[in-house]
């Protein structure tokens, strides 16, 4: 078997069977949808299609999350020897952190579906080829943040360490991004990091389909947040899904970087996480 599907199924199978994950993920989602549905609605009555504009922002936000999130596992299998054995097989380090980075993406794209599909239940009026669209937005963003939450997995060391760097990454960029707040609203000084982040052209080009907003032009695009102007230079929408595919393939190089540097005998994982090594299966 292909070790990157190998290691895409094991993980796939050990999310499956973690009830707690998987309820709290949807759960936060479907709150966010609620929230944002029914309390905000009246907030953005001055665009065409309010609930499409919000609950796209909730989907792709809870795809960054999870994906993020996700990439914890990575500890578990380093603390409980499962890593240290695959190291030492016949298996290549771009296979291993690319089996972990499309699991995380996999796991993080079926959830942004169920997202989905209670957001089209709750007013989202998209159709057959925008369903389609957006679920490979999903994926290929979910692969991007998989892999900046696998690097910072591997540089955490530790679980707590790790849960305390992604939080403090995740909750600011989820902010300035436009994914709750329009980047049209966001001050000035907080620019340069709405510029860096690759949360705010995902969720650009993700707005950008379920709008439909294909017939704006640029200054149009602009207004309404799903493009931005540096200085004069305009980042449409399919720009931006490009710059996140880029920082995507940055921090999987970096990755690799760090499996081929692994030193993985003083990782340490907070009691309770498992990721499904051999600590998880006695």
């Keep these: 078997m292909n070790p990157i599907i190998a290691i895409v199924q094991r993980n796939l199978l050990n999310y499956v069977r973690s009830k707690g994950r998987v309820f709290g993920a949807l759960f936060m989602s479907m709150f966010m949808l ?4 029914f309390l905000m609605k009246s907030s953005m009555s001055g665009l065409d299609a309010p609930m499409n504009y919000l ?4 989907i792709i936000m809870s795809v960054f999350q999870v ?10 299998d380093i603390s409980s020897g499962y890593m240290r054995e695959v190291l030492v097989a016949p298996i290549a380090r771009t296979q291993i952190s690319m089996g972990n980075i499309l699991s995380g993406a996999v796991i993080a794209t079926l959830q942004g579906v169920v997202t989905m599909t209670v957001g089209i239940v709750l007013g989202l009026r998209i159709n057959i080829l925008q369903i389609l669209l957006l679920t490979v937005v999903m994926l290929v963003s ?6 900046i939450g696998l690097f910072l997995a ?4 530790n679980s707590p360490a790790f849960q305390t760097i992604s939080s403090m990454i995740m909750m600011p960029l989820t902010f300035v991004s436009g994914a709750y707040i329009p980047t049209t609203m966001i001050p000035g000084f907080l620019l340069p990091i709405v510029y860096l982040n690759p949360l705010t ?5 993700f707005r950008y389909i379920a709008l439909g907003a294909y017939t ?6 602009v207004e309404q947040g799903m493009a931005l102007n540096i200085g004069g230079f305009v980042i449409v929408p399919l ?3 490009a710059i996140t595919i880029l920082i995507g393939a940055f921090f999987f190089v970096l990755c690799v970087r760090k499996f081929d540097q692994a030193d993985f005998s003083t990782i340490k994982v907070a009691a309770g996480m498992r990721g499904g090594g051999a600590a998880a299966r006695r």
């Design 154 to 157: 591997t540089i955490s060391r």
């Design 201 to 205: 052209y995902t969720t650009s080009i």
């Design 67 to 76: 994906s993020v999130n996700n990439s914890s596992d990575i500890l578990s």
């Design 142 to 147: 979910a692969m991007a943040f998989s892999a």
């Design 239 to 241: 720009m931006g899904l």
């Design 55 to 58: 609950i796209s922002g909730v």
């Design 216 to 221: 704006l032009d640029t200054g149009e695009l």
């Design 34 to 37: 609620m929230m944002f549905s």
